[in-house]
């Protein structure tokens, strides 16, 4: 299963690198793209979410670095200024 690799830029100005185990986190973020803080979370959650069950169905257990992934994203953006945006800077 391709991983996908993806820095994102919070509203402070940080920059981190995340991982999705499969490609489906693209079908949600874009390269270049830049949402509200509270739309990327839920495009982050829900890309994750489902890179998570497409392991579990092709392994038959959920990926526990993409929930650890979004746990991350979410405690992070708990920290941000909530009219923040959030920019997908590349995927790879």
């Given amino acids: 299963?391709?991983?996908v690799r993806f820095t994102i830029r919070w509203?402070?100005?940080v920059e981190e690198s995340c991982y999705s185990p499969s490609t489906a986190i693209a079908r949600?973020?874009?390269a270049g793209g830049t949402y509200t803080l509270?739309?990327?979370?839920?495009r982050a959650?829900?890309?994750l979410n489902e890179a998570s069950d497409r392991v579990a169905a092709?392994?038959?257990?959920a990926c526990s670095?993409?929930?650890?992934?979004?746990a991350k994203i979410e405690t992070t953006a708990a920290t941000q200024s909530?009219?923040?945006?959030?920019?997908?800077?590349s995927m790879s």
């Fill in 65 to 70: 670095s993409a929930l650890d992934q979004l």
């Fill in 58 to 61: 092709k392994f038959g257990f």
């Fill in 28 to 30: 949600h973020l874009e």
């Fill in 11 to 13: 509203p402070d100005g």
């Fill in 45 to 47: 959650r829900t890309g």
């Fill in 38 to 42: 509270t739309d990327f979370v839920e």
């Fill in 1 to 3: 299963m391709p991983e």
């Fill in 82 to 89: 909530a009219d923040g945006q959030v920019t997908c800077l």
